[in-house]
């Protein structure tokens, strides 16, 4: 079964989805650190400037995704990658990049394979319209921006990131209208999402709700397939 989460930085998808996951029984697939790991990737100089675009040379990147003890496992060279993806400058490098046709498709082809080894909930921008668009459930998550905001000034002081909460506002807001303008895979809802607004919502609160539409589906005997 696939679970497909969209929806713009700051929504609570990462979190939302990774307790989703583990309540469920599933793997979290967390594309938006599969494409800061590509980012990574090419600043660590495997790479030089301009050629992202190039699906060859993509393909000869040692980075590599896999599943192991059902949890989504990245790593370069045999080097696993997790703390430093969350960079401030890395998730500004991988948004750059995600705007480019050859590392969508590089990405896209990933993680349907992924998604072919165990039941997953995908979380991204564009899991629903694109990659899953026969996931067996839909979800668009949203917020205001000042609540997505400051969910991630939390995370940032958490981390002992220094960066103003005016900042990190002014960063999702570019971002989001990046992501809604790209010519590839702009972020969109799919038809048959369902809507969740968190701005005012707990955690928890957005889990429950989700799982109780997944066991319907389940209790309904809802097909099980790629999601391809």
Not at 53 to 71: G, T
Not at 210 to 222: D, Q, Y
Request: charged fraction near 30%.
């Amino acid at each position: 079964m696939i679970i497909a989460v969209d929806g713009p930085a700051g929504a609570g998808k990462s979190t939302v989805c990774k307790i989703l996951a583990q309540k469920l029984g599933f793997v979290y697939l967390d594309t938006g650190a599969m494409y800061r790991a590509l980012a990574w990737a090419l600043d660590a100089g495997s790479a030089e400037r301009g050629s992202y675009d190039d699906a060859e040379l993509l393909k000869q990147l040692p980075l590599r995704f896999s599943i192991e003890a059902n949890r989504l496992m990245v790593s370069y060279g045999g080097r696993p990658l997790s703390g430093e993806l969350r960079e401030p400058r890395i998730s500004e490098a991988a948004s750059r990049i995600s705007r480019l046709p050859a590392v969508r498709e590089f990405m896209v082809a990933w993680q349907r394979e992924l998604a072919k080894r165990s039941n997953v909930v995908a979380e991204g921008r564009d899991t629903a319209t694109v990659v899953f668009p026969k996931a067996d459930l839909k979800v668009f998550l949203t917020a205001d921006l000042q609540a997505r905001a400051q969910r991630r000034f939390a995370e940032y002081l958490e981390k002992g990131m220094d960066l103003s909460l005016e900042d990190i506002r002014e960063s999702i807001r570019l971002r989001d209208e990046a992501d809604a303008n790209r010519d590839h895979s702009p972020l969109r809802p799919a038809e048959e999402s369902v809507f969740v607004d968190t701005s005012d919502l707990g955690i928890q609160e957005v889990v429950d709700r989700l799982s109780a539409k997944v066991h319907n589906l389940i209790k309904a005997g809802s097909s099980i397939h790629t999601g391809l």
